[in-house]
């Protein structure tokens, strides 16, 4: 695909580049990659752009925003590419007018994202979410945990962000096991899910969010994992039946580690603040220093290829 999309289909070799940016520093950083182009700082929050604004070829929407409002894409004629900051598209999947490449930023939030799989992973094993409940109370509890090493662990996701956990948990001995939307070497199908989900001590999500994988980690998904085998969605809420995975924990029949959650924010007093054998964390697998660095490198990265009419990185849409 992303040979497919080159730069010279969003702004011609002569012509101005304009970009819409998230407010900061962004703007600056996009200005200074050539004369040709112009960045505009914009939040959408301020209604549809207008002047200048509303003649940019390139917008990229601020990490974490909602759904483009139509009102905002109607304002934007000469618009050609949606960049976002994001490996996450499915708030612009689908949304955007015919004519429309959207990309994403593919590896920016992959080594974050990563380790927070291992830390989550070893914490759940390990019992640390109740031992660190038993040090507030003042109560020294031994007792014996799972452990990482020498498990089974199937990585339902085989992108970049699935290859790097493989190779973060390389060290831990693990039997790995990667699963993609279509089987091919070293990789299995999603088809062959039901057959692979009894073998495994650890389930790691890491998918994109597709008609196909909503509601993935559904009653059926979960019912074949084993005993107390341990689910971590490191991938979006949706991808997992939330009253499928309470009605499994509070069975006590599984554990979990989510990053991510259906509804998100969790509403106060929702179920899963209370559920036992869950490690909960409020969507902060990326949250680290030199995340948004990468992220702005990436947006650069596409600009400059823009500029050079070369092919863009990281199609997740087009035309």
Avoid: K
Wanted: glycine share 10%.
């Amino acid at each position: 695909m992303a040979s497919e999309i080159r730069g010279t289909d969003v702004v011609g070799p002569d012509e101005t580049l304009t970009v819409l940016v998230p407010p900061g520093a962004m703007a600056e950083a996009a200005a200074a990659l050539s004369p040709r182009v112009r960045a505009v700082g914009y939040d959408p929050a301020d209604g549809p752009p207008s002047g200048e604004a509303a003649q940019a070829q390139v917008w990229v929407p601020r990490f974490g925003g909602a759904s483009p409002d139509p009102d905002v894409l109607a304002a934007l004629p000469r618009l050609r590419l949606v960049q976002l900051l994001s490996a996450g598209a499915e708030r612009f999947v689908g949304r955007l007018p015919e004519g429309v490449v959207l990309c994403n930023a593919r590896g920016a939030h992959t080594p974050a994202t990563a380790e927070w799989v291992l830390a989550a992973t070893l914490a759940a094993q390990r019992g640390l979410p109740d031992l660190v409940r038993e040090q507030d109370a003042g109560r020294w509890t031994p007792g014996t945990h799972r452990t990482l090493v020498g498990a089974r662990v199937l990585v339902v996701g085989a992108g970049d962000i699935g290859r790097r956990i493989g190779a973060m948990m390389s060290g831990f001995d693990v039997q790995l096991t990667y699963v993609g939307r279509t089987a091919r070497d070293g990789v299995h199908g999603t088809d062959e899910l039901p057959a692979l989900l009894p073998h495994a001590d650890v389930v790691v999500l890491v998918v994109p969010v597709t008609d196909e994988t909503t509601g993935l980690a559904d009653a059926a998904f979960l019912a074949a994992m084993p005993d107390g085998a341990l689910l971590v969605n490191a991938a979006r809420g949706v991808v997992v039946d939330t009253a499928a995975l309470l009605a499994e924990l509070t069975a006590g029949r599984l554990r979990a580690a989510l990053d991510v959650t259906e509804p998100e924010p969790l509403p106060e007093g929702h179920p899963l603040w209370s559920a036992p054998g869950l490690l909960l964390t409020p969507h902060v697998g990326g949250a680290v220093p030199g995340t948004d660095a990468r992220s702005q490198e990436t947006v650069l990265a596409q600009l400059r290829r823009v500029l050079a009419g070369e092919p863009l990185a990281d199609v997740v849409d087009a035309y």
